[in-house]
């Protein structure tokens, strides 16, 4: 039987958005071009749009993973929505583009990564981007927080959230340099190697990657089922540093986050790198990271859950492999949680969960 398509779906269907060409790159707060993936936006009623994005096939750090099969970064399709979230705030309310944006909390939830599985051809990602918050002082924005529908075609193939606040230049040095008691804002300019922290640098495959230089972590210790560990400051690095900045990046906080998981899930669980994927990812931010404090991250490994008998959970193929996912009927799936917390002289920056399923090769 034929489903008829749902209002949604044919109002999608009639945008006719485009993946032709990316959009000005400082509607997305990036210098580089190939650091954007944005490639359309258009309105969809007083507090809804929709964008479009496409996932590269490749790319320097957002496609090193030794993954197999391999499917898409869950830290890509974060970046595709804090993306279509910075460009729906200049384009649809009223942000002016030189305003300073401050990460408030992230989440992914991936319910079918078989169909972002990486293939032949760039994933053409549709984002229906919902604002649920708008916070308003003197008839200016100040503050947006986003709930984003993710589709593969006539396909939702998972849910994020977004929370941005925003604040001119000056208002915005102003509360950094009241953060920091008056001390000047450093630049991650002047961090061209990797710094900030102690220790050795953690083996690339042990957190899943091929190239050291995207690796975050550093001086990993392991003791029962919990993880320490420093996060390195690539100020250089291309993609987590594309321009200079004055703080720790949310984005880089979550990538060492997803980093000290997949290290856990190996040390603790005995899972792969390459046979887990990161299905959830959220994280609520409280105060900004500095440049010239360590960063301490103290990961708790869950117990690994088993998979069921068959029919309990949810298999989806993928090219190459099947993704093992369960379904909110199904707790008995073989993932394991982990819950981070990031530290700064003695105090939190952040808390952050992660669901990592197994990802399994056919018999």
Known sequence: MTTAPSQLEQDLAALELSYSRTVDRTLVHRDSLGEVF??????????????AAQLPRSHAYYGD????????????????????ALAGAHAYFSVPRTDKFILTHLRVHLSRPDRIAV???????????????????????????????????????GR????????????????????????PLPSSADHPQPG???????????VGRANADNVVLTGIEVAADTLTAGIRT?????????HPQDHLPGMVIAEAARQI?????????????????????????SRFGELDSPTTLTAVVGERRDAGRPG?????????GIVELGDESTPDTDRVPVRVEAHQDGESLCLLTLDLARVRTPR
């Open 234 to 242: 690539p100020g250089s690095h291309p993609s987590m540093f594309d």
């Open 196 to 206: 900030s922290a102690t220790g050795a640098p953690v083996e690339p495959y042990r």
């Open 312 to 320: 309990e959970g949810a298999s989806y193929y993928t090219q190459g």
């Open 65 to 84: 993973h030794l993954l197999s099969p391999n499917v898409y970064d869950p830290v890509l399709l974060l970046e595709a929505c804090r993306q279509a």
């Open 38 to 51: 944005l490639t359309d936006l258009q309105p969809l009623g007083t507090a809804s749009y929709v964008a």
């Open 119 to 157: 293939g032949p051809t760039p994933c053409q990602l549709t984002l229906h981007v919902t604002t649920s918050n708008h916070y308003v002082r003197e008839g200016r924005t100040n503050g947006l927080d986003y709930d984003v529908d993710l589709r593969v075609g006539d396909l939702s193939i």
């Open 261 to 285: 998981a997949l290290y856990g899930a190996l040390d603790v669980r005995g899972m792969s790198p390459s046979r887990t994927y990161p299905t959830d990812l959220a994280v609520t931010f």
């Open 160 to 183: 994020a959230g977004i929370g941005l606040r925003f604040k001119s230049p000056e208002s915005y040095t102003a509360l950094r340099l009241r953060n920091r008691d008056q001390r």
